[in-house]
C-alpha cells in the first residue's frame, strides 16, 4: 500500500513554496497591506516631500518687506533681494498699510515665510558711515573716525514652522544682499570722492601752462562673480523625492512583509501544524526555505511594483521619474538581498514571539525604528553624532545607502558589495536566531 | 502499507522511554514500556499531565527522549528519526489543517509533504475525503467547516499515505455524535486493515468499544496495561475502565 517518492526535497520545498504563496492570495486584507500599502507610502510621501526637494534647486519662498526707510540703499536692498532665486519678496514702502507689527503677524499666520522690516533712516545712516569712511581714508586717517555711535538695524520674522535650514538660506540671503548693497554704495561713494579730487586736480593742472587733465574714475562694483564653482564630477541623476522616497518606502514595505509572516508562522504553530509537518518525512530546511520562496517572492513582486509607481504612475502626478541607474545587475542583487533579509527577520520575530499579538505589536514598531535610524525618514548625515552611529545597525540603512548609491551616486555592484554582504549576514544570524529559539521552544515541550 | 524489512508483526516497540524536560526536576515520562503489533490499538488513558501528549510525542520523534530505545517498523526512530516518519501517520489533538484551504487542498499538501505523487497522491486525497465523509465539500475552505467536519479532515490528513502506524491524541476531543460515530468506524476499517495504532482518550466508553489494550498512565509511569476485560478482572470491585482509571490514578483533581 502507498507510494512514497523518496527524497523529492525540490519537490517538497516547491509545493510548500506554492501553499504559501495560495495562503496568501486567499488573505486579501493582507495582500492589499503588502502591496497598496507602500505603494500609497511612496506616492503621498513623494509628492509631499517634492516641494521640499525643489527648495534645495529653485523654488522661491515668499517673504514680505516692511520699507520704513525709503531710501536708495532701502530700494537697492529690496531690489537684490528679489534678483536672488530662492526668495520672492513683496515690497511695502513706508506709507503702505502693512506696517512692522502686521508684518510680524503674517508670518506668524505663515502667509509668509519670512518678513523684513527696513527702519526708518537707514538709508541716511549707513550713507553717513560711508562717506565717513571715505573721507577718513582719503584723508590717510585710521578707523578712529568719529562714526554714528547706533548703527541701523534691520529686523528679520522667520515662520516657526520653518526647518533650520530654510531659516539659515532665508538669513545668508538677507546677508549676501546687505553685503553687495554696501559694497556698491562704498564704491560709489569712492568713486564720487576720488572723481571730487581729479575734478579738483584737473582744475589746477588746467591753470598751468600745457597743463593735462586727468580721466574720470568709474568704480561702479561688479556683480558677477569673478570666481566660479564648478563640481567636480557632474550629477546626471539629481537626489529628487522619488529618488529618495522610492527605495526607502518600498524597502520599508519589503520588511513589513515580516508581520504576516511572523503571524503566520505564530499561527502555525499554534493550530499545531508545524508540529503536524515535523513529523512528516520533510526536511526543516525544505519548509523554512519554501516559506523563505514565497516571502522572498513576495517582496520582489512589491518592489517591482513600487519601481513601477516611481517611474510611470509619479511622473503622471507631476514628479521626476525614477531613474534606476546604470547598474541593473547590482540592482537585482541589492533587491534579492533585501529581501532575503526581511524575510530572515519575519521568521525570526515569528520564532521569538510567543504569541500572535506579539509578533504584530512589536514587528511594525521594530521596523519603523529601524527605518527612522536607516535614515528612511530624515537622512542620517543630519542625525546627532550619536543617532548617526546607531543607524550604523539598522538593515533599513544598509539597503537603503545602497539603492541610492545606485540610483543617485551612480555606483556599481562594487560599491555596494558591502551593503549585501551585510544584508545577507544579517539574513543568516537572524534564521540562526530563529533555529535556537524553536529549538529552545522543543525542549521545554 | 510501508513497511521497513520483516519485524513479526511489531510495529511500535518502546523501552525505558523517559523524558525530563530542561528545569524539571520530575521526568513528564518515566521509563515507559510499550509494545504495538499490526491491526491492534493501544489506548493510553491518563489524567491531565500524566505524560500522554509527552509520550506521543517522543514516539512520533517530534522530541527526543532523555533516555530509552524506540523502534518503528525495525528502525530505531531515536537514531533515525527522518526514516521512521514515512512509517506513521500523526492525527494531533489540535486541528493542524490551514484555514483558507480547502480540504481537497489541505489533503493534497500533506500528501505531498509524505512524498505522494500523481495517482498515488489523487487516490489518497480521494480516500481521505471519503473516509473522512468530506467528499462533497472537498473544495470547501476547510475555515468554514463545523468542529466535527474538521476533526475528520484532521484524521484524514494523518492516514493519506495508509502508514502502518497511526498516533492519534484525542481525535474525538469537542465533536458531535455523528461525527464521533464515523471517526470510530472509520478506526475500525482501519484497524481491520492491518494499521495499528497508539490512542489517547479521556472518553472511556469510545476507549471500550475500539481499544484492543489499555495502559493506564500517571505522573510518566505506567500503573498497568492489559485488555480493558483482563484489567478490569484483575482489579477486584472494579466495574468498568471508569472504575479502574480512577482506582489506579484516583480521584484527586488534576488542573495543572
Keep these: ?445 | 502499507m510501508n513497511n521497513e524489512g520483516d519485524h513479526n508483526g511489531t510495529v511500535l516497540e518502546v523501552h525505558g522511554l523517559t523524558k525530563v524536560y530542561p528545569g524539571s526536576a520530575a521526568p513528564a515520562l518515566d521509563g515507559l514500556d510499550l509494545t504495538v503489533h499490526r491491526g491492534e490499538i493501544v489506548g493510553l488513558l491518563g489524567p491531565n499531565g500524566a505524560g500522554k501528549t509527552t509520550a506521543i510525542s517522543i514516539m512520533s520523534t517530534l522530541l527526543r527522549p532523555t533516555a530509552g530505545r524506540l523502534s518503528i517498523c525495525g528502525v530505531d526512530g531515536v537514531a533515525h528519526p527522518e526514516r521512521v516518519r514515512r512509517h506513521f501517520g500523526v492525527v494531533p489533538q489540535e486541528l493542524a489543517l490551514f484555514d483558507r484551504l480547502s480540504a481537497a487542498e489541505n489533503l493534497t499538501y500533506f500528501g505531498r509533504m509524505y512524498g505522494l505523487r500523481g495517482a498515488a497522491l489523487k487516490e489518497g486525497v480521494r480516500e481521505g475525503l471519503r473516509l473522512a465523509g468530506l467528499t462533497e465539500r472537498a473544495d470547501a475552505p476547510v475555515g468554514s467547516f463545523s468542529g466535527g467536519m474538521k476533526r475528520r479532515a484532521n484524521l484524514a490528513a494523518g492516514i493519506l499515505h495508509r502508514p502502518p502506524l497511526l498516533f492519534l491524541d484525542e481525535p474525538t476531543v469537542g465533536v458531535d455524535a455523528q461525527s464521533r460515530h464515523l471517526i470510530m468506524e472509520s478506526l475500525a476499517r482501519l484497524r481491520d486493515a492491518g494499521v495499528a495504532m497508539v490512542y489517547t482518550t479521556h472518553y472511556m466508553e469510545e476507549a471500550r468499544r475500539l481499544i484492543s489494550r489499555v495502559a493506564i498512565i500517571d505522573r510518566g509511569k505506567r500503573l498497568d496495561c492489559g485488555s480493558p476485560a483482563a484489567l478490569i478482572a484483575k482489579h477486584a470491585g472494579c466495574a468498568d475502565l471508569d472504575d479502574l482509571f480512577l482506582r489506579l490514578t484516583g480521584k484527586q483533581l488534576r488542573d495543572g
Design chain 1, 1 to 445: 500500500m502507498g507510494c512514497l517518492g523518496s527524497g523529492g526535497g525540490v519537490y517538497r520545498f516547491l509545493f510548500t513554496w506554492l501553499r504559501e504563496l495560495r495562503l496568501l492570495a486567499r488573505d486579501r486584507s493582507g495582500v492589499l497591506l503588502l502591496f497598496a500599502m507602500p505603494a500609497v507610502l511612496v506616492v503621498v510621501i513623494t509628492l509631499v516631500q517634492d516641494n521640499v526637494f525643489k527648495d534645495q534647486g529653485g523654488t522661491r519662498l515668499q517673504g514680505v518687506v516692511v520699507d520704513q526707510d525709503g531710501g536708495t540703499l532701502a530700494g537697492e536692498l529690496v531690489a537684490h533681494m528679489a534678483r536672488l532665486p530662492r526668495l520672492a519678496v513683496a515690497h511695502h514702502p513706508a506709507d503702505d498699510a502693512l506696517d512692522a507689527a502686521a508684518a510680524r503677524d503674517a508670518v506668524q499666520r505663515g502667509d509668509y515665510r519670512f518678513g523684513v522690516v527696513l527702519p526708518e533712516g537707514m538709508s541716511a545712516m549707513v550713507q553717513q558711515r560711508i562717506t565717513q569712511e571715505v573721507e577718513a581714508l582719503l584723508a590717510g586717517e585710521t578707523a578712529e573716525a568719529p562714526f554714528p555711535a547706533v548703527l541701523p538695524e534691520i529686523t528679520l520674522f522667520l515662520d516657526p514652522t520653518l526647518t533650520g535650514g530654510y531659516g539659515a538660506a532665508i538669513t545668508g540671503a538677507l546677508h549676501q544682499s546687505l553685503a553687495a548693497v554696501q559694497a556698491a554704495a562704498r564704491m560709489r561713494t569712492l568713486e564720487q570722492a576720488l572723481n571730487q579730487r581729479i575734478a579738483q586736480l584737473n582744475d589746477r593742472m588746467g591753470e598751468m601752462p600745457g597743463g593735462q587733465s586727468l580721466p574720470v574714475l568709474q568704480l561702479a562694483a561688479e556683480e558677477d562673480a569673478l570666481i566660479a564653482v564648478a563640481e567636480a564630477a557632474p550629477r546626471d541623476i539629481l537626489p529628487t523625492a522619488v529618488q529618495q522616497n522610492v527605495p526607502a518606502w518600498a524597502l520599508f514595505g519589503m520588511f513589513f512583509v515580516a508581520v504576516p509572516l511572523a503571524g503566520g508562522m505564530i499561527r502555525e504553530r499554534q493550530l499545531g501544524i508545524t508540529a503536524r509537518l515535523m513529523t512528516m518525512p520533510v526536511a526543516r530546511l525544505t519548509l523554512l526555505c519554501g516559506k523563505l520562496g514565497a516571502y522572498v517572492t513576495v517582496c520582489v513582486l512589491q518592489f517591482g511594483l513600487i519601481l513601477m509607481v516611481g517611474h510611470w504612475l509619479l511622473p503622471r502626478l507631476g514628479t521626476p521619474a525614477l531613474a534606476l541607474g546604470n547598474a541593473h545587475g547590482a540592482l537585482a542583487l541589492l533587491v534579492l538581498s533585501s529581501a532575503l533579509a526581511a524575510t530572515g527577520f519575519g521568521v525570526m520575530l515569528g520564532a521569538l514571539s510567543r504569541t500572535h499579538e506579539q509578533a504584530t505589536t512589536l514587528g511594525p514598531i521594530t521596523v519603523v525604528i529601524a527605518a527612522a535610524l536607516g535614515g528612511l525618514m530624515v537622512p542620517v548625515f543630519a542625525m546627532p553624532p550619536v543617532m548617526q552611529r546607531l543607524s550604523l545597525l539598522s538593515p533599513l540603512g544598509w539597503g537603503h545607502d545602497a539603492f541610492l548609491t545606485l540610483f543617485v551616486r551612480g555606483g556599481d555592484l562594487y560599491a555596494i558589495s558591502g551593503r549585501i554582504a551585510a544584508l545577507l549576514l544579517f539574513t543568516a544570524v537572524a534564521l540562526i536566531a530563529a533555529l535556537l529559539a524553536t529549538r529552545q521552544r522543543r525542549q521545554h515541550g
